[in-house]
Nanobody
């Protein structure tokens, strides 16, 4: 069964850090471009970061540059999102997805999505 499973979410104070993990089963994640999205209550899902297949170059949403870092571990078939200096607006459900389009920030419901992990940033 092809699945993506996110973990690592939780409750953190403003300025704190969390590391989200996205583990793949049933397929090799390293041949895919993988992105992290988030969806806050009442808001649309938005792209946060992307790591390309192959050489593994990255792209981060402008609002998160310098605070969020996406990486991958091909040996563990996983992708990570390190989130530092979290802000209250970072409260959302975070999803990982294997994307097929160069415009990774566009939500495609036909891509392979995980179930999401909740991140809550308290002030």
């Amino acid at each position: 069964q092809v699945r993506l499973v996110e973990s690592g979410g939780g409750l953190v104070q403003v300025g704190g850090s969390l590391r989200l993990s996205c583990a793949a089963s049933g397929f090799s994640l390293n041949i895919y471009t993988v992105a992290w999205f988030r969806q806050a209550p009442g808001k649309e899902r938005e792209g946060v970061a992307c790591i390309w297949s192959g050489r593994g170059g990255t792209d981060h949403a402008e609002s998160e540059k310098g605070r969020f870092t996406i990486s991958r571990d091909n040996g563990k078939n996983a992708v990570y999102l390190q989130m530092d200096n979290l802000k209250p607006e970072g409260t959302a459900v975070y999803y990982c997805v294997s994307v097929r389009d160069d415009k990774w920030w566009i939500v495609n419901p036909n891509d392979n999505w995980g179930q999401g992990t909740q991140v809550t940033v308290s002030s």
